[in-house]
């Protein structure tokens, strides 16, 4: 089994920053895709940014240039830098991972391993 553990969300003002961490523990795989989603109140869960284990990343095009995600290997930790936030990004944030399949996955079926979610809040 792998463990996810999200924690950095929180409030803040549309165009402040916030950083969310996603803590990786248990069970690891050599070749992984550790992926953000985010689901806003009476919407799908969508996708938000991914990095796989050769550290290429991919964004929805609604994050990029504001998100940044990257990985630190020795933590088994993953983050996404937020920046410029807007509303519209309010949203609980959810981490998850699987094996690296060799095309990048949007949809959430396609994980098997979850994190608990945290809140970011954006006010205008």
């Known amino acids: 089994q792998v463990q996810l553990v999200e924690s950095g969300g929180g409030s803040v003002q549309a165009g402040g920053s916030l950083r969310l961490s996603c803590a990786a523990s248990?069970?690891?795989?050599?070749?992984?895709?550790m992926s953000w989603f985010r689901q806003a109140p009476g919407k799908e869960r969508e996708f938000v940014s991914a990095?796989?284990?050769?550290?290429?990343?991919d964004y929805t095009a609604s994050v990029k240039g504001r998100f940044t995600i990257s990985k630190d290997n020795a933590k088994n930790t993953v983050y996404l830098q937020m920046n410029s936030l807007k509303p519209e990004d309010t949203a609980i944030y959810y981490c998850?991972?699987?094996?690296?399949?060799?095309?990048?996955?949007?949809?959430?079926?396609?994980?098997?391993?979850w994190g608990q979610g945290t809140q970011v809040t954006v006010s205008s």
């Open positions: 998850a991972t699987d094996v690296w399949h060799g095309v990048w996955s949007f949809t959430s079926d396609d994980y098997d391993y």
């Open positions: 990095i796989n284990w050769n550290g290429n990343t």
């Open positions: 248990g069970r690891t795989f050599i070749r992984y895709v």
